[in-house]
Structures are given as C-alpha cells and as structure tokens.
C-alpha cells in the first residue's frame, strides 16, 4: 500500500471532485481522477483503484436521482454502442504499454480541457448516439473518462439538469458493471489497491454529497472551469513525465 503523501493527497482530491462531477454535472468533469493518480502510479493501476469507488458512487447517484429518471429510452443507443466500446477497450488493455497510455491520457486531458467550444456542433453530428456511446466506452474503459463524450451526447437532448443526471447516472452504472470483466480478464486487481479502494470510500460518499449541494450553489461553468484547470496541469505533467521517461 502506498506511503507517499502525495500519492493520498491526489487520490483523495480525485475521487472527492469525481463525485462531486457525478452528482453534480453528470460525470462530464469526472475524468480528472485517473490523470491525478497517474502521476504517481501507472495509468492501469489508476483505473484499477477507481473502479470499485467509481461502482459506489454510482449507487449513491443512483439513489438520489431514481425520481427524476424519464427518457429512458435515450440510453438504448448510448449504451449498447458503450457496451461495444467496453468490448473493444478490454481487448487493447492486455495490449497496451503503460507509456502509451500515459502519452493518451495526457493529450486527452489537454484536448478535453480545450476543446469545450466544439461541444455544441459535435453534439449535432450524425449518428451522435452511436459514435459517442462507442467513445465513451472506450475512453471510459482505458482511462475512466467516459463523461465528455456523453456529456456531448446529452448537450443536443435539451434535458432537465436532474434528468440529465439520472440517466447518466444508469450510463454508467451499466458501463461500469461491464467493466468489471475485461479488467478481471486482464488481471487488474491487486490486494494492496483494493485496500486503498477502501481507505478511499469516504472521499467517494463525500463528493456525491457535496456535489448534490453545490448543485445549486455552484455554477456548472465554475466548476468545470476548476476542472480544465486541473486537467491542464495533470496533462503538461504526464507529458512532461512521458518525454522524460
């Protein structure tokens, strides 16, 4: 199990703002965890320590917006087309080299982080629901970061802010359960991580907790802005760490 301070201090920070994203703005700003983590670890044991907290936190999101669901028949595309995704994302991950990944993480952090302009007119694209869904399983599959492809996807729906929130939280709970095989198949899981898994919980419940509270009192527009800031440094970071490697 890790000693390094910094190493708890940037888990802690990632697992608490990936809460807060998936309670409060629908997964779309939760991608910063992996990125955080990977400064420390490699990118696959990143993904590894998330999943489990990822799977409660959904729950938890679950629980408090299951009132809100309708529209659920947006998420047959989307899912089936993640499911996909997933699919092919297990099959790279025994493939891979963890500097690759690295490489990947940091132009995706430094291309969500910039790219917010396009969001509109990408969400309008033909076959939307299909080409996102896939993205984001993979994406979601390789580096936890499923959230701006779908983020994408939901923008042209027009929906209400807790419904919105509601069936991203079913997208991923269904995403995440998937998950579980190609990472069982590639042999991801470690005793020491899982332990850390469970150290980390608290940060879990307290970033779906605050982010239904700050649902209201934080703008969207403040808080992903915090969020590409973040996504920013964590990008030249992993860049500068991959050269130097």
């Known amino acids: 199990m890790p000693a390094d301070p910094l190493f708890w ?3 802690a920070l ?3 703002l990936t809460g807060i994203s998936k309670s409060g703005l629908a997964g779309g700003a939760g991608v910063v965890a992996v990125p955080l983590l990977a400064l ?10 998330m999943l ?17 669901l309708a529209n659920s028949q947006l998420l047959i595309p989307i899912v089936l087309s993640a499911l996909v995704g997933v699919s092919l994302a297990g099959i790279a991950l ?10 990947a993480l940091a132009l995706f952090c430094l291309v969500f982080a910039l790219w917010h302009k396009l969001t509109p007119w990408l969400a309008k694209m033909p076959g939307a629901a299909w080409l996102w869904g896939t993205l984001a399983g993979i994406s979601s599959t390789l580096l936890h970061a499923g959230g701006p492809p779908i983020t994408i996807y939901f923008l042209s729906k027009q929906l209400p802010k807790a419904q919105w929130l509601a069936l991203a939280a079913v997208f991923f709970a269904v995403v995440n359960i998937a998950k579980l095989l190609p990472y069982t198949i590639n042999q991801m899981w470690s005793l020491p991580l899982l332990l850390c898994g469970v150290l980390l919980l608290p940060f879990a419940f307290l970033g779906v907790w605050l982010g239904k509270r ?3 009192r934080v703008s969207d527009t403040q808080f992903v802005s915090l969020i590409r800031g973040l996504l920013v440094i964590s990008g030249v970071l992993l860049l500068w760490k991959w050269l130097a490697a």
Do not use: C, K
């Open 14 to 16: 990632g697992v608490t």
């Open 214 to 216: 700050l649902q209201q």
């Open 52 to 68: 489990p907290l990822l799977l409660v936190m959904d729950a938890n999101t679950l629980a408090l917006y299951r009132r809100a």
């Open 9 to 11: 201090l940037l888990a």
């Open 94 to 103: 025994g493939q891979l080299d963890n500097r690759y990944l690295q490489l």
């Open 40 to 49: 420390v670890m490699p990118v696959p044991a990143a993904a590894a320590l």
